[in-house]
């Protein structure tokens, strides 16, 4: 019994804390708080739904109690990958825009006007792109 237990354990980490990451740092900043307390919430109703159904784990039903939440998570795995497999390569492109924003306004001298500016913003897209 202390297998499934540390798998559990081991599965949460694996989830909650890159769910609290994300959601901080994919939110808002005046909305960070509120953010997080809705991710937290979600862990809330979560838990109450295992305590609500604790009862149920009994033994004619083990195998099930712990086949049917793989089998969902499973499903569930393969289904949110297929969704959101490209929102890695989505935060590294908003990253590179930051840092490359960031040059281009260090290239412009105290009297650059707003072609040079534009001119800049080009050669840091071609740049991206090539």
């Not at 890159?18 to 838990?47: D, E, H, Q, T, W």
């Not at 295992?50 to 793989?70: E, I, M």
């Not at 001298?109 to 913003?121: A, L, T």
């Amino acid at each position: 019994m202390a297998i499934p237990f540390a798998l559990g354990g081991t599965s949460e980490l694996f989830v909650n804390v890159p769910a609290f990451g994300i959601a901080y740092s994919r939110a808002p900043k005046n909305m960070r708080g509120l953010v997080s307390a809705l991710n937290l919430f979600n862990n809330a109703i979560a838990y109450a739904i295992g305590l609500a159904t604790a009862g149920v784990v009994k033994d004619p039903y083990l195998v099930w109690d712990f086949a049917a939440p793989t089998i969902i998570g499973i499903v569930a795995a393969v289904v949110f990958y297929w969704m959101y497999h490209d929102i890695d390569d989505e935060e590294y492109r908003l990253s590179r825009n930051e840092a490359i924003y960031h040059v281009e306004e260090s290239e412009v001298d105290e009297k650059g006007s707003e072609q040079d500016g534009k001119r800049v913003r080009e050669e840091a897209r071609m740049k991206e792109i090539s």
